[in-house]
């Protein structure tokens, strides 16, 4: 199952809506502001599927920008419109920096072109492109990660790394390893946690019951005594945005984990493919999103808390890399020291 599909005939982009998965549920985008409310509201997630979402939201700014001005609009207009989507779309997801980077770049090609007309199949090039490139990291990334998975492991798995987290809808990045893992039939069991407020881990639940994995969902305040009495080998994440230091942004909850499994040393891994890397900012650069407690959004089966309580409801947090036993990319497996690590993967070729 893919996150979403293009449909050229409508000019439309097409969501499943994993608010409301196991029930099959779509929201249909015709305008850039469809696009933005999808990704706000969490109707697609995963940092890869929300940046080649992202992708297609340009393509609808930029037919709104040609119906606006009647198709006669200048190319430097054109230009500076579609920065100004490109803009909105970043802020509406700041944390996942595979976003900004496929926008910086398909706006850097845009610029090369020459007449306004070449701008909309240029951004649906790309899109294609970038998923079949999403399509080929997913499956290196299972593939190094799989030797690090043995006959009859435990995994914990926290939030949703899956197909649906990603753009070609295959493998994903970090539950792409267990899936991989279970058809070259290893004896694989998945503990998932629940990730509220959102609940990602039903969406994790879903894909893996239908790969037939045996996959247990637990509260995410059951991980401490399930890591104690010894019933997880490892606990396998993805991220969001991991820097040049090895500083790993991503759902809240990640970096409880990494302590609890620091104390009672069992691996720690994190799976990302190469474009979640950001080699850019320094931590202290970054200002990790909470949102505003009066702007709380729900599950739809999550209870309201009264009106006169107030919630605090962070969305990411930072593991920092002293707590990370490896991080598994499309690349290969990362082990610390990861500064001097992944300066060399970035001179790679």
Request: with cysteine; hydrophobic share 45%.
């Amino acid at each position: 199952m893919k996150p979403f599909e293009w449909k050229q005939d409508t000019k439309t982009l097409i969501f499943v809506d994993q608010r409301a998965l196991p029930s099959l549920e779509y929201v249909t985008c015709s305008k850039l502001e469809d696009v933005l409310g999808a990704i706000k509201n969490m109707v697609v997630r995963g940092a890869p599927a929300i940046a080649i979402a992202g992708v297609y939201g340009l393509v609808l700014h930029a037919f709104h920008i040609k119906q606006k001005s009647y198709g006669s609009v200048d190319f430097d207009k054109f230009l500076i419109e579609l920065k100004k989507g490109a803009a909105q779309l970043i802020k509406a997801r700041p944390t996942a920096v595979n976003l900004s980077l496929v926008l910086d770049k398909v706006l850097q090609g845009i610029s090369k072109l020459s007449t306004t007309e070449e701008i909309v199949p240029f951004i649906l090039r790309e899109a294609e492109l970038a998923i079949d490139d999403d399509r080929k990291m997913n499956l290196q990334i299972a593939a190094n990660g799989l030797e690090l998975i043995k006959d009859n492991f435990t995994i914990l798995i926290h939030c949703h790394t899956g197909g649906l987290a990603v753009a070609s809808g295959e493998y994903g990045t970090a539950q792409g390893i267990v899936s991989l893992a279970s058809e070259k039939r290893r004896n694989v069991k998945v503990f998932a946690t629940e990730t509220r407020p959102f609940l990602q881990g039903r969406i994790t639940a879903f894909e893996l019951a239908q790969e037939d994995v045996n996959i247990t969902i637990i509260p995410d305040n059951a991980a401490g005594i399930l890591i104690y009495r010894k019933l997880i080998d490892c606990v396998i994440v993805g991220a969001d945005r991991v820097l040049s230091t090895g500083h790993v942004f991503n759902k809240i909850g990640t970096y409880a984990l990494a302590v609890l499994t620091k104390h009672h040393k069992i691996p720690f891994y994190v799976a990302l493919p190469i474009t979640t890397f950001d080699f850019v900012h320094k931590l202290e650069d970054i200002i990790v999103e909470q949102r505003d407690p009066k702007e709380v959004r729900f599950c739809r089966d999550q209870q309201i808390v009264p009106n006169d309580v107030p919630v605090l409801n962070p969305a990411f947090d930072i593991t920092p890399p002293e707590l990370i036993t490896a991080l598994i990319c499309d690349k290969g497996v990362i082990y610390p020291p990861f500064e001097e690590a992944l300066a060399a993967l970035r001179e790679a070729p």
